[in-house]
């Protein structure tokens, strides 16, 4: 019973945390509608820089998320929290800053570059330790609510933050954006401050090479479907702005579609298997990525992300790898595409894109999972459904890799399903 009501208590302190996440990512939410229209028309360059701007923030994220892991295990969560939010400070002042330089744009934009790269392994620092810190507190019995209100709070972010920083810069320009940079993650720690911090733990991990065995082909496939991911951050809103129409709905749209799919079909990975979720969400976000590209109206397209959203939702359980989770590396790609063909085009390759990944996902449905050994035997009667021998690589991915994020408190994949 004293076990039961301290689970009951501990679950009430994740609600600040909850709070930190929600507030943290919002002002990422800020940003994103409105960074490429400032990148772009505000300093006039290239699609190509729109793109590697947008996509710094996402690789130093990937980059930083194992060693802001050690720092949780190290330092503890709520310690690995105050270094994100601290971070994220900081990029808002090197935001400003770079106003400073905008008759020289090369010079404001590498100090751009260097305020997104400094938000990302700020993200990955509050996102890894709030996410460490909210399974401490409430418990092992509570890993996949901890997960799923995480994932909701970050989501729930970028869907108010998207119109919310379209009418700052609207009405105040980049500069608002920045000083809301700078000043909301500091005014975060007093969320901070009152919630009783936890022990730093130590895992034993797994052998990289292990590891990398078993993750690189759903690993491949999530970085395929999050090609969708990165089209609509960092080209919906030039493409919506160059075609006349409003830009923030296209994020809202992605970001509650997103939420939804989770909320009320985040159990299917498990119930049904996660290769069968994923190669179905591909096809939706596919599908989304089309409509996009083929959009003679602003319903359309806006119907396309939210079927982006809602098909990139599950596709995450269902290839279950979180530390891919972005797609860093992709945008400048998309970028390159739209400069040469047109912004258009940036969502056909994002259409191609996932429908790789579907084909990854095929893969993954028929195959037979590396970690099995030995040869093939008849199934006896008490042996495993051959749906969940199919999805053995999907848990490994999750507890090893989400293990090595210092987020892992011994749950098993299906459990991490519901990180974002």
């Not at 995480?150 to 869907?159: E, I, L, N, R, S």
């Not at 096809?283 to 119907?303: C, D, K, N, T």
Request: aromatic share 8%; proline share 4%.
């Amino acid at each position: 019973m004293d076990i039961q009501r301290t689970a009951q208590g501990s679950v009430a302190d994740l609600l600040p945390i909850m709070g930190v996440v929600f507030i943290a990512f919002l002002v990422i939410g800020l940003a994103m509608p409105v960074l490429p229209l400032h990148v772009h028309q505000g300093l006039g360059l290239s699609t190509f820089v729109v793109g590697l701007v947008a996509g710094s923030q996402f690789a130093a994220s990937l980059v930083s998320r194992v060693w802001a892991g050690r720092h949780a295990d190290s330092r503890g969560a709520k310690h690995t929290v105050v270094v994100g939010l601290v971070a994220a400070a900081a990029a808002g002042l090197l935001y400003l800053l770079s106003l400073r330089f905008v008759s020289t744009p090369a010079t404001s934009v590498t100090i751009l570059l260097l305020g997104r790269a400094l938000l990302g392994a700020g993200e990955s620092f509050i996102i890894t330790g709030a996410q460490s810190w909210g399974l401490t507190l409430a418990g092992p019995q509570n890993t996949g609510k901890v997960l799923a209100w995480m994932g909701t709070a970050m989501y729930a972010a970028f869907a108010l933050g998207a119109p919310a920083g379209t009418a700052l810069y609207a009405g105040y320009g980049f500069a608002a954006i920045a000083l809301a940079t700078t000043l909301v993650p500091l005014a975060t720690l007093l969320l901070v401050a009152p919630v009783r911090p936890v022990a730093p733990t130590t895992h034993v991990r797994s052998g990289l090479t292990k590891v990398i065995a078993a993750v690189w082909v759903p690993g491949v496939g999530l970085a395929l479907s999050s090609v969708g991911f990165g089209a609509i951050t960092a080209f919906v809103s030039l493409l919506f702005a160059a075609r006349g129409w409003t830009v923030w709905p296209a994020f809202t749209a992605f970001a509650v579609t997103f939420i939804f799919a989770r909320v009320f079909f985040g159990h299917l990975a498990d119930s049904v298997g996660g290769a069968k979720i994923a190669l179905i969400c591909a096809l939706i976000e596919a599908a989304g990525q089309a409509l996009i590209w083929l959009a003679p109206s602003s319903a359309m397209a806006l119907v396309g992300a939210a079927l982006t959203g809602f098909g990139y939702s599950l596709v995450y359980p269902g290839f279950g790898v979180e530390a891919v989770r972005r797609v860093g590396f992709a945008s400048p790609v998309l970028g390159l595409i739209a400069s040469v063909v047109g912004l258009g085009a940036v969502f056909l390759a994002g259409a191609l894109s996932v429908l790789c990944a579907s084909v990854i996902a095929m893969r993954l449905l028929y195959a037979r999972t590396p970690l099995e050994h030995g040869p093939r035997t008849r199934k006896s009667k008490g042996d495993r459904s051959e749906n969940s021998r199919r999805d053995d690589r999907v848990a490994f991915c999750n507890r090893h890799v989400v293990h090595s994020s210092g987020a892992d408190n011994g749950r098993t994949g299906s459990e991490a399903n519901a990180a974002a």
